[in-house]
Nanobody, 127 residues
Framework: QVQLVESGGGLVQLGGSLRLSCAHS????????IGWFRQAPGKEREGISC????????YVADSVKGRFAISRDTAVNTVYLRMDGLKPEDTAVYSC????????????????????WGQGTQVTVSS
């Protein structure tokens, strides 16, 4: 059973930083991608970054490029989203998700690319 647990959200001031964690378990193979999504009130879910578990290919959306970075630590089965220079418009519920890699689809940045979801963690940026 694949499980994803996010942590690291919170309240931060304009320009601050946070590091979100997505602890994952239950994969029978490494042919998965882990993606980070966010959803602000009244807005659609937005895919912002993803990483493959087989070869560490990464993608960061243009909307956050230069401020956000994705990485992982294989020793603790955790994917991280480092967020710097946070702005009030980054306020959202951030979720990680896991999906089987599709050789024809990269980056995997759409919600329907993913089968498993964490519970989400709130990030609030105050001005």
């Amino acid at each position: 059973q694949v499980q994803l647990v996010e942590s690291g959200g919170g309240l931060v001031q304009l320009g601050g930083s946070l590091r979100l964690s997505c602890a994952h378990s239950g994969f029978s193979e490494n042919y998965y991608a882990i993606g980070w999504f966010r959803q602000a009130p009244g807005k659609e879910r937005e895919g912002i970054s993803c990483i493959t578990l087989d070869d560490d290919s990464t993608y960061v959306a243009d909307s956050v490029k230069g401020r956000f970075a994705i990485s992982r630590d294989t020793a603790v089965n955790t994917v991280y989203l480092r967020m710097d220079g946070l702005k009030p418009e980054d306020t959202a519920v951030y979720s990680c998700a896991a999906g089987l890699l599709d050789g024809d689809v990269w980056p995997m940045i759409l919600p329907h690319d993913y089968n498993y979801w964490g519970q989400g963690t709130q990030v609030t940026v105050s001005s």
